[in-house]
């Protein structure tokens, strides 16, 4: 399979909920809250339910987690660790109300692959060097220079949805109060 006819196909595929990934190997793309590709990647060894729920959906904002590091904003701004366990509780509640965002708004898709990790690497390396630079935009940022605005419509919506108690919203509006400092905006 070329990377042009790799890139159709993956392109070509319906967009799947976060859920009943498979554990199959191959090639996978990610798509934000409003179902745009953004990010092509690879499994690199381990399989799309590894790759996507326990890394992308659930990992760390500083490294290459894509979905944890767009989404690191306004309420659902993790932040620096803390000895104090009251940021600590805030930074838990931000984490877990972005990771509920990203299982119900964003979407992915995945094309299983038969090979070895080199070969689909390479696919996948072709593949992002040919895709169009909005869908690849996740793959080229490494750092959030300039993260996006919270998408506050939905995150209001899922707070209200999920009956977060008012303690809960106390910590996370603590934490987009966070998050605007850590961007220097004065509040």
């Not at 931000?94 to 964003?106: P, Q």
């Not at 303690?167 to 603590?174: D, F, G, H, N, Q």
Request: glycine fraction near 6%.
């Amino acid at each position: 399979m070329t990377p042009h006819e790799a890139l159709a196909t993956l392109h070509a595929l319906p967009l799947q909920r976060l859920v009943g990934i498979p554990t199959e190997k191959g090639i996978y793309a990610l798509a934000d809250h409003e179902h745009r590709f953004r990010y092509i990647g690879s499994t690199e060894g381990r399989d799309f339910r590894d790759r996507i729920q326990n890394r992308h959906v659930t990992g760390s904002e500083s490294n290459s987690h894509k979905f944890s590091w767009a989404y690191n904003v306004g309420r659902m701004f993790r932040g620096p660790k803390s000895r104090d366990p009251e940021i600590m509780a805030d930074r838990q509640a931000a984490k877990d109300l972005r990771t509920a965002f990203i299982r119900k708004h964003c979407r992915a898709v995945w094309m299983p692959l038969t090979g070895t990790r080199p070969e689909i690497e390479a696919l996948e390396h072709a593949m992002v060097a040919i895709a169009p630079p909005e869908t690849v935009q996740w793959n080229r940022e490494r750092f959030h220079v300039a993260p996006p605005a919270e998408p506050a419509a939905l995150v209001d919506g899922l707070i209200a949805e999920l009956g977060l108690q008012l303690s809960t919203r106390a910590r996370l509006e603590r934490q987009a109060r966070r998050h605007r400092l850590s961007l220097g905006e004065k509040v």
